[in-house]
Every structure is written in structure tokens, then in C-alpha cells.
């Protein structure tokens, strides 16, 4: 099935710095990948939606100068948290659609295990 | 707009028994649900997924779930717990077709033996 790995799995930085989490498709091609926030025994939230050569689109009350997304191929997206604070802290998590398949109702989405961040 | 609550926050089950987890949907046209689980430390893994064919559908791991539009739910059913389905599941409805999925809060399913 249709692999998606983040890298790092875990990071713990210093408020004020800057933390870079890549989500890779790794045997399939995606022209969207979702970035999504989950906070600790809470569900999933979107933040922005990824797109390849173009800019993302971010939710709303998501600040898009805070969380800088690339996606620079149709098999990477990076998620920037800059000056990051404690209130940064959560579970990052993308996923990723195929490009073969993509535009369709009720498509798959293949997730990425997710990246634990936490700012000191 | 899109949304679903899931009725449960946590299931406790004894394991070899039924499992029923609720989810109502709202969706303003026929909507793509899924079911998903989350095991602790790994990746989201794909249930089943509905998308307006056959009412009964059936997943993985001997999950299954039924969408009844009269009732705007789509609950997922397992006839027989296992330990190994203790995790938190999520159903899911897509946004506008192709955008992204809107999650649920979450059932915790605990099995006990």
C-alpha cells in the first residue's frame, strides 16, 4: 500500500527557534498533502492543504507566516514552525493523495505516523 | 457544511465481545465517510471507506459499518473484540469532493480480557 513517512518522528527545541518536519510519499506522487494538528486526546485538525507548485491554503485562525508550508515536489511538503513557542507543542501529522487517483470523491488519504513537537 | 460527532468518547469491551461504536454525520450532499484507527505512536490506518455505493461496508480486521441516510449515521461494528483493537478511532467525513477530511473527536476503545 501507499507509504507516507515525517521526519523527525520527535523534536524538542528551544522557544524562539525554528522547527522544519518533512512529509514524504514514498512510492506514489501527490499533488495535494494536508497538514493536520492534533492536540493531546483530541482529534485531528486541519491546518493548511498542501499544493505542489503553488501556494498553500491555509484554514481559517491558522497563521500562515507561523506554519510556512513548501511543497516543492509531488513528493515532499515541509511544515516550518517558526519562532516556535510552548503553545506550539502538539502531534503534526500529513497526509498525502495520490495523483493517480486524485479529484475523486471519497478517495484515500494516506497518512504519515506523525511528528511529536515540544518547544521548551 | 461538513461535520460528524461521534457519540462515544470511550468503549470498554470484553474481548469475543460485539463492538459498536456511533457516528452521526451532517452533510449538506451524499457524503464520502470513512473509519479510521490510530494506534498509539504509529500512523492513521484506513477502516473502510463509504462513497455512496453498497449501504453495508466492510474493512479491514473484521470492522464493518452500515450508512443509513435516515438516520445520518454510520456506525462501525466488529462482531468480536480483540485486544489488539484497543486504539482510538475516528470517523471522518470528506469536505467538498477532493478537499480534506473532517474528523470526528474520537473513540477511545479499551478490550479487556
Known amino acids: 500500500g501507499a507509504v507516507v513517512s515525517q521526519h523527525p518522528s520527535r523534536v524538542i527545541c528551544k522557544s524562539g527557534t525554528s522547527v522544519k518536519i518533512e512529509c514524504r510519499s514514498l512510492d506514489f506522487q501527490a499533488t495535494t498533502m494536508f497538514w493536520y494538528r492534533q492536540f493531546p486526546k483530541q482529534s485531528l485538525m486541519l491546518m493548511a492543504t498542501s499544493n505542489e507548485g503553488s501556494k498553500a491554503t491555509y484554514e481559517q485562525g491558522v497563521e500562515k507566516d507561523k506554519f510556512l508550508i513548501n511543497h516543492a515536489s509531488l513528493t515532499l511538503s515541509t511544515l516550518t514552525v517558526t519562532s516556535a513557542h510552548p503553545e506550539d507543542s502538539s502531534f503534526y501529522i500529513c497526509?498525502?493523495?495520490?495523483?493517480?487517483?486524485?479529484?475523486?470523491?471519497?478517495?484515500?488519504?494516506?497518512f504519515g505516523p506523525g511528528t511529536r513537537l515540544l518547544v521548551l | 457544511a461538513q461535520s460528524v460527532t461521534q457519540l462515544d468518547s470511550h468503549v470498554s469491551v470484553s474481548e469475543g465481545t460485539p463492538v459498536l461504536l456511533r457516528c452521526n454525520y451532517s452533510s449538506s450532499y451524499s457524503p464520502s465517510l470513512f473509519w479510521y484507527v490510530q494506534h498509539p505512536n504509529k500512523g492513521l490506518q484506513l477502516l473502510l471507506k463509504y462513497t455512496s455505493a453498497a449501504t453495508l461496508v466492510k474493512g479491514i480486521n473484521g470492522f464493518e459499518a452500515e450508512f443509513k441516510k435516515s438516520e445520518t449515521s454510520f456506525h462501525l461494528t466488529k462482531p468480536s473484540a480483540h485486544m489488539s483493537d484497543a486504539a482510538e478511532y475516528f470517523c471522518?467525513?470528506?469536505?467538498?469532493?477532493?478537499?480534506?477530511?473532517?474528523f470526528g473527536k474520537g473513540t477511545t476503545l479499551s478490550v479487556s480480557s
Open positions: 497526509s498525502a493523495r495520490d495523483l493517480r487517483t486524485s479529484g475523486g470523491a471519497g478517495e484515500t488519504q494516506y
Open positions: 471522518v467525513v470528506e469536505g467538498q469532493a477532493g478537499t480534506a477530511l473532517i
